[in-house]
């Protein structure tokens, strides 16, 4: 698979094949140079020259000048995007505002609404024919009065409205959500310009204007935007790491390796280079395109009657995969069964499977067990009314049943019917996809504001329950600008930038012309882009490190600069791997040189002689001077994790020149000015950060590139490990070599025997975080599930963030392959961040806590209610439309109120919930029985009694059309009120007291409290019929007011009862236990037992697991041969590749081209796979 993942897997439609060779008079097709594209180093060298003699050769089939460039023509370049592409990726076509909508409506709980909404309207029309006679007997059960019959649609309206808010609410948001990610991007894409030469004229070019053939600049700082092959250039380096994952940058030449890739960063050096692919034929394009973002060409694709790739999964959809090596062993393979293999696959890739977020997961399973008591409630009250009717009018009146009063008896049984429809539209919370979506949605708006833009949702809510969290060092714990931070300057060391004036004039400008001249004149610190933003540094970060050590010291390296230009220095010696220093030697005004150098200090101080005394005088420095400078400031300095330079200079005279050529020579007999500790530093808000991590039960852990003494001196500085814990830091090498068993696969066990105690790796590559990514979340040794998060920013940490359960991409550093793979974007680049979105998804899973505690205390008291007064007075004490009202308010505005409380610190004083932790707890559990019970009590005796207490009228057994009685509207009153004040009581959750803390924090709570209060004194007092309410006077609304203050105390009163007494409460709400999981996660499941698995069914395994496994091992032996050579860097590319996306061969691989990397693996394969 090593070579085939690349490319070969034909993407794309190559309508100019038709064309060939010379594609619309060009002598190159648009397949010759990706396939060129695809080599590397001396193979792709040989390839120009072959086909087309050398570089110049290459431009002139594409019909270029390397001098002047294209003749800037609008046709010519129009044909050129029309045969090659042009220099954009299109973007996956956006759901449409319908789609959205559609898929809102699949949720479980809307769809028993949408059923239970269609009956009740349904019942509403239905007017029984004929007139009561004498004969069928006037059954007094309560029959509706008009006002009731002229308001049953009522329900069933207010129900399918409910339902219709959730959805365009749901709708609208994922489409807002989309459309503001899309800006940010297109925001993006329109700033990044280019240089160009068209017509000999240099010019700057939106990035989506280059085409094929155009001669580009390339400059250090340059991200490349599209691929090319190099015509000259001087000195080039480019770090390659964001598509190879190597870290070490690579040289690039025309005459060694020309081939410069799109979407890798120039880092020294400069050059011009000839466009050959761009968009998505270019290396970032082939790999959006397996990442699925590509959307449109796989549509043309579609209609070219291939089959779809079935791995091809949008990012959207977020499917955690295998990672590459499974892939390999994901090839399905043929079988004489096979057929029926491929079907089921086929129908499997074509249906859209959407990740259900663990909150997700235990609200459907809620709604659906509520849903399922709520019925049997209702089929219960509705079996007793049509029993109790029977009995009562055939048994114990003796009645017979007579044809013609066939009608009246079917008008009662359709009146039952309704009562049981009620009951069930009061069980049913339809408030719950609300409040999750008003949650979520508030949040997700917030957080934008504390720099998080979350483009998928549920994110938000795992966030909450993140146990682990993996971090990059470099940008996202430091800053990424390399500091000076200690020096050692005439004698002292100071530990932070010493004051100007505290050093000899002689030392201050020695040290200022020594770094201004002895540095690359491209390296700069430019003035901040934006207010308040840090300086800009271009070029050498240590180099910048340096320079701006002398602006701390409020000195300027650019008049030194203007000065000596670099055309008047008169010998470089540039800095490589093996000198470890660069010197530059520049003329005095007297006719003499002076030679100023700097590097790292180990090397440079063996050649100094000399050193600046405090007064800028010289004094001699020998070997044991030297070995009490190592003891006592270099190497306290690297204890720190800072980097150690030195700065030395050597005068000669003009009657002694040298032989410059002779180095050793040159460089030696120094006089040391300084020495310098560089480090990358801490942000300053990080240890809090990490501290407030630890304290909420998250273990950070940080993964880097750098070398392990910087590394865990930078973790030390952080806290992610303290003094005298038991914890591990290794580099990726010995990582490898403790995971990995003797074949050189990965074994679960002993990553576990790892993990929990790793906190620093370094030195560690991509694939390297994938794995450990991967096996803290398949890891079964803990009591519940790791959930943990990712932060990456290069392209080659793809594959860890998608394999994340959250994974955060950098907003400013980050690649948009990182930040297309990610879940949530830091538009500040800072850990601080993160801990903002552990608070706001722990604030939603609280929240939508809240809601439930409330709601269902309402559910489980108004079914009662309507159950037991349905059976005993024939008829429920809270009518249908004020059981609307009550709807509403628990739903619909109480969602609003809970689920907008704002985060507070104390949500990070708790350990994580995990995945398994019951959403109702016990607490929760207890807090929703014993108010229910007081309700009950309450309104129960309301009823009963209520009359004679009131002294007024009893409103039970009234009689028919009578006016609606006070007694009623009393027990209506009540109940609101209790309601209103429970919802204050909601507000807590985990049994605290004081119920009002920070209410006021919350604006949207006081109002909808207020506003329900004022809407039900206007229901109560004009409502009239409609509502069956009649006004109460002021005395009886005190006494009602008075009852519902009774919460508020009878809350304090369970508060006081300790959980731990109450072992027969149940939890409820469980995430999916291991035997129910839902048939989606079955489908998820078998997608990931591997292919070869399956056919374990049909007893074929050992052949097969034979075959895999060997060619598992042929592919790790061949790589490890090869590592070195560039065969080696194409390989980990590939497998980079494979990783962000398995691309699965679910068809019959007639479309599967090999590429030409390996020709011999198309022979004798049919499975399609390679075998190296």
Request: hydrophobic share 40%.
């Amino acid at each position: 698979m090593g070579d085939m993942a690349n490319s070969s897997i034909e993407f794309h439609p190559k309508p100019q094949q038709r064309e060939a060779p010379h594609a619309g008079g060009f002598g190159c097709t648009l397949a010759e140079l990706r396939s060129l594209m695809e080599l590397r180093g001396a193979e792709a060298l040989q390839k120009v020259q072959e086909a087309y003699g050398d570089v110049s050769g290459l431009c002139r089939r594409l019909k270029t000048s390397p001098t002047e460039g294209l003749a800037d023509n609008a046709s010519d370049l129009e044909k050129r995007r029309q045969i090659y592409g042009q220099n954009f990726i299109p973007p996956k076509q956006p759901k449409t505002f319908l789609q959205l909508v559609w898929e809102a409506l699949q949720d479980v709980t809307l769809i028993i609404l949408e059923v239970a909404a269609i009956v009740s309207l349904g019942l509403s029309f239905y007017a029984p024919p004929g007139e009561e006679s004498e004969a069928c007997g006037n059954v007094s059960a309560g029959a509706e009065d008009e006002g009731e019959a002229e308001a049953g649609w009522i329900e069933g309206a207010a129900i399918l409205l409910s339902v219709i808010c959730v959805v365009l609410v749901t709708a609208f948001n994922d489409w807002s959500k989309e459309k503001q990610f899309r800006g940010l991007q297109s925001r993006i894409e329109q700033e990044q310009k280019f240089t160009v030469i068209r017509n000999g004229q240099l010019l700057q070019v939106p990035v989506a204007a280059l085409v094929v053939g155009d001669i580009a600049q390339v400059k250090y700082g340059d991200l490349l935007p599209a691929d090319g092959v190099l015509i000259q250039g001087n000195d080039l380096k480019i770090d390659e790491s964001s598509l190879t994952g190597e870290s070490d940058h690579v040289r690039k030449s025309a005459d060694k390796d020309p081939m410069l890739l799109s979407g890798t960063h120039v880092m020294e050096g400069s050059g011009r280079m000839v466009v050959t692919a761009v968009g998505v034929n270019s290396q970032t394009g082939i790999i959006f395109t397996l990442l699925g973002a590509g959307g449109e060409e796989e549509e043309k694709k579609d209609k070219k009657g291939k089959q779809q790739d079935g791995a091809m999964e949008s990012s959207q959809t977020k499917a955690k995969k295998q990672d590459g090596a499974v892939a390999m062993e994901m090839q399905p393979l043929k079988s004489a069964e096979g057929g029926e293999m491929e079907e089921r696959e086929k129908k499997k890739a074509n249906v859209p499977k959407k990740e259900k977020s663990v909150l997700q997961g235990k609200l459907t399973k809620l709604a659906v067990q509520i849903g399922k008591a709520g019925l049997v409630m209702s089929a219960i009250t509705v079996i007793i009314l049509v029993l109790y009717f029977v009995i009562d009018t055939f048994v114990v009146e003796g009645r017979v049943w007579l044809a013609e009063c066939t009608p009246v008896y079917v008008q009662y049984f359709v009146k039952f019917f309704i009562i049981g429809v009620t009951v069930l539209v009061v069980a049913v919370p339809e408030g719950l996809p609300l409040a999750v979506t008003i949650s979520l949605a508030y949040s997700v708006k917030k957080m934008m504001k504390d720099n998080n833009l979350v483009r998928h949702l549920d994110a938000c809510e795992t966030m909450g329950n993140a146990t682990a969290i993996c971090s990059d060092k470099t940008g996202t714990l430091t800053t990424n600008r390399m500091t000076v931070v200690q020096s050692y300057l005439g004698d002292t060391h100071y530990k932070e930038i010493p004051a100007p004036s505290a050093l000899t004039p002689k030392i201050l400008d020695l040290l200022v012309h020594a770094i201004s001249i002895n540095s690359a004149y491209t390296t700069k610190i430019l003035p901040p882009e934006k207010e308040g933003a840090l300086p800009r540094q271009v070029g050498n970060k240590t180099e910048c490190a340096l320079l701006g050590f002398i602006l701390d010291l409020k000195r300027d390296f650019q008049p030194v600069r203007e000065q000596i230009p670099e055309d008047k220095l008169y010998k470089v010696y540039t800095f490589n791997s093996v000198r470890k220093s660069m010197s530059t030697v520049i003329r005095m005004p007297d006719g003499g040189f002076r030679l100023f150098s700097k590097g790292a200090s180990e090397i440079l101080l063996k050649k100094c002689t000399n050193i600046l005394n405090s007064n800028g005088e010289l004094r001699g420095f020998r070997p044991r001077d030297r070995d009490d400078m190592v003891k006592k400031i270099i190497e306290p300095m690297a204890c720190d994790g800072l980097r150690t330079i030195c700065i030395a200079y050597r005068d000669f005279s003009a009657t002694q020149e040298p032989d410059w050529d002779n180095e050793n020579e040159v460089v030696g007999d120094l006089t040391c000015i300084a020495v310098v500790g560089i480090e990358d530093p801490v942000r300053p808000e990080v240890p809090e950060a990490i501290r407030k991590c630890q304290r909420a039960g998250i273990t950070v852990r940080m993964v880097t590139g750098d070398n392990i003494n910087t590394a865990r001196a930078i973790a030390a500085k952080c806290g992610i490990i303290q003094p005298g814990e038991d914890f591990l830091c290794l580099e990726g090498k010995e990582f490898n070599r403790r995971i990995r068993n003797e074949k050189g696969e990965i074994e679960q066990e002993r990553l576990d025997k790892v993990w929990p105690k790793l906190r620093v790796l370094a030195r560690s590559s991509p694939t390297d975080k994938h794995t450990l990514v991967k096996g803290i979340i398949d890891s079964t040794t803990g009591e519940q599930r790791q959930v943990v998060a990712v932060t990456g920013d290069g392209t080659n940490d793809g594959p860890a963030l998608k394999k994340a359960d959250v994974g955060f991409a950098m907003g400013i550093a980050g690649t948009d392959v990182a930040k297309e793979a990610s879940d949530i974007i830091l538009t500040d680049d800072n850990f601080t961040s993160i801990v903002k979105a552990v608070m706001w998804g722990r604030n939603v899973y609280d929240s939508i806590s809240k809601f439930l505690q409330f709601q269902l205390t309402v559910n489980v008291v108004a079914v009662i209610v309507a159950f037991t007064g349905a059976c005993i007075t024939q008829d429920s004490p809270l009518k249908a439309v004020q059981m609307l009202w009550v709807n509403l308010i628990m739903d619909t505005f109480a969602s609003l109120a809970l689920a907008t409380e704002p985060p507070t610190e104390s949500l990070l004083l708790r350990k994580p919930y995990g995945r398994d932790k019951p959403l109702i707890s016990r607490t929760m559990m207890k807090n929703i029985l014993g108010h229910a019970v007081y309700q009950l009590t309450i309104i129960f005796t309301l009823l009963f009694v209520g009359e004679l207490f009131f002294d007024i009228d009893s409103g039970r057994n009234a009689p028919l059309h009578s006016p609606p009685s006070e007694h009623y509207t009393i027990i209506f009153n009540t109940f609101v009120m209790m309601q209103l004040f429970n919802e204050i009581n909601a507000r807590k959750i985990h049994g605290e007291r004081n119920v009002f803390h920070g209410i006021f924090g919350n604006p949207i709570f006081c109002t909808i409290v207020l506003g329900t209060f004022a809407i039900q004194i206007v229901i109560v007092q004009f409502g009239g019929k409609p509502f069956s309410c009649s006004p109460l006077s002021t005395e009886q609304w005190l006494w009602c007011l008075f009852v519902g203050v009774g919460e508020l105390v009878w809350g304090q009163v369970i508060a006081t009862i300790p959980t731990s007494q109450l072992k027969c409460l149940k939890e409820a709400g469980h995430g999916p236990g291991k035997d129910e999981m839902t048939d989606e996660e079955l489908a998820e499941g078998e997608e990931e037992i591997d292919h070869a698995e399956r056919e374990l069914r049909r007893g074929q395994i050992l052949w097969f697991r034979g075959l895999n496994r060997i060619q598992t091992q042929m592919e790790v032996v061949s790589t490890f041969k090869r590592s070195g050579s560039f065969q080696g860097a194409v390989r980990r590319r590939s497998s980079v590749l494979s990783q962000l996306h398995d691309v699965t061969n679910l068809s019959t691989p007639t479309h599967v081209i090999l590429s030409a990397a390996n020709p011999t693996s198309a022979a004798g394969n049919p499975s399609g796979e390679s075998i190296p």
